[in-house]
């Protein structure tokens, strides 16, 4: 009981230091005993955040034992150095005792902020930056002068010591505790088979067979675009799906090729560009430069007076209005909305129906805008899109737009009021405060193009089910 209790007055006066505050000396009771109960302590605050966060099945890690009392040497040569410049070595104990007192306290509200961090990381909100930036720096910062203020009260030395101290207390615990990278995980996730093979899986890109694979099937691609026919207007089809990690946009992408064909002729006129792991050998990827490249061959073979480039975006989407292409470990260049532009420019495309699923997807339009362009974007330049889940067939705008209004009413101005309704009617009942706003902006020229375009369509259509129903017509 007696060492129960100095336990608890100790951590107290701990606390008190931590925060500046004044101590009685008295009620730090010095011990190896007591160290090491302060440092268990220490490795205990480890266990239990891991636990809250992964909960029963987790498994016992002691390989990060060596992360967490990483801090105990560096913490006790500064005890033993501060003692000896004050000309008090036999002070060094209650010093180092007075340290890891103080630290506990530290700790704990750095592994708060630490779990705080990683639970909202990928929100990337604001006060989850700001958790980082205080696990890295501020968290050491705060233990230094701590500890240095602590020996300066424990110590009374000279006026010269305590600028001494601090200096050394912060060079040694702030710098050895900001810079070093340490594995600090006791209890962690049981190791996952499928999950290693899901990891391997989205390293395919960077194997040596995708590496050659990809030219050839780029090229195959491009050979594979007839060219337009003359006096009919046909259509052509450019789908991108940007990110490799949710299979969403792989349905999609995959989706909307296949209505195109069938509802829309545009059989073999049509071009994918995917990251997906899944397809890494069997189609070209998306980058910047395979979308030049895929429009500059359509800008050669169709009629640029006549014929309608319909393309379709889908993936994540940045505030900088920056289009996400992610097949890791690959890095690829920007697709902004002036690169799209450039490229359709260059290629020579005229009409042009543009279709951009993403957050942020307003934020193309000003750029793409065009008397001879329709251009739609899932999501105000301001607000983002929903529905991109792993596991979804379709993002909420790509079923409302596309698998719905599209597929009812080929008209694509119709279409983009109908899903835009459905759309706001869906978040509404999901009760999403910021509704993404899907934008259009439709030149009269264009649209009058897509009427002339649909109209041809269905004359052929309908030209081509009287042939195939006429007696001996095979």
């Not at 006096?231 to 789908?239: E, F, K, M, P």
Request: charged share 20%; glycine share 6%.
């Amino acid at each position: 009981m007696n060492m129960l209790r100095q336990y608890v007055e100790t951590l107290g006066c701990g606390l008190r230091l931590a925060f500046f505050l004044a101590i009685r000396p008295e009620r730090i009771h010095a011990s190896g005993f007591m160290l090491v109960l302060l440092f268990a302590t220490a490795v205990l605050f480890h266990f239990v955040r891991d636990f809250a966060v992964v909960g029963t099945e987790g498994t016992l890690m002691l390989f990060g034992l060596p992360g967490i009392l990483f801090y105990v040497p560096i913490l006790l040569a500064a005890a033993v150095a501060i003692a000896w410049i004050a000309g008090r070595p036999a002070h060094a104990l209650p010093v180092a005792t007075a340290f890891a007192a103080l630290s506990l306290p530290i700790l704990a509200l750095e592994l708060s902020a630490l779990s705080y961090a990683v639970q909202s990381a990928g929100k990337l909100a604001p006060s989850s930056r700001l958790a980082w930036v205080i696990w890295q720096w501020a968290v050491p910062a705060w233990l230094a002068l701590a500890s240095a203020v602590a020996a300066f009260k424990l110590l009374r030395p000279l006026r010269w010591l305590p600028g001494t101290a601090t200096v050394f207390v912060v060079l040694a615990v702030a710098l050895a505790l900001g810079l070093v990278f340490r594995d600090r995980t006791l209890w962690n996730k049981p190791y996952d088979e499928n999950a290693r093979q899901a990891q391997k899986q989205y390293m395919v890109a960077a194997t040596e067979d995708a590496i050659y694979q990809q030219p050839r099937l780029l090229t195959q691609t491009l050979e594979r675009i007839e060219p337009g026919r003359s006096g009919q207007i046909d259509l052509y089809y450019v789908g991108m799906g940007g990110y490799a990690r949710q299979d969403v946009f792989l349905r999609e992408i995959k989706a909307v090729e296949k209505m195109m064909q069938e509802q829309f002729g545009a059989r073999g006129r049509t071009a994918s560009l995917l990251n997906n792991p899944n397809t890494v050998m069997e189609m070209p990827i998306a980058s910047a430069t395979s979308l030049k490249a895929v429009l500059k061959r359509m800008g050669e073979v169709m009629n640029r007076e006549e014929d309608i480039l319909f393309l379709f975006m889908t993936s994540h989407g940045g505030k900088d209005h920056k289009f996400t292409l992610e097949f890791w470990p690959l890095t690829f260049n920007d697709l902004t909305p002036e690169v799209v532009r450039s490229a359709l420019d260059d290629a020579g495309i005229q009409w042009r129906v543009i279709v951009v699923s993403a957050c942020y997807a307003g934020g193309f339009i000003d750029a793409l805008k065009d008397e001879r362009a329709i251009v739609v974007a899932a999501a105000g330049p301001d607000r983002k899109s929903f529905g991109c889940s792993h596991e979804a067939e379709w993002t909420y705008f790509g079923k409302a737009f596309f698998d719905e209004a599209l597929r009812a009413q080929p008209r694509v101005t119709a279409a983009f009021e109908s899903a835009r309704e459905a759309v706001a009617v869906r978040e509404k009942t999901e009760k999403i405060d910021e509704h993404s706003d899907p934008q259009m902006a439709a030149g009269r020229s264009m649209e009058r193009q897509w009427d002339a375009f649909l109209a041809q369509h269905i004359r052929s259509s309908a030209t081509a089910s009287l042939g195939d129903a006429s007696p001996g017509v095979r």
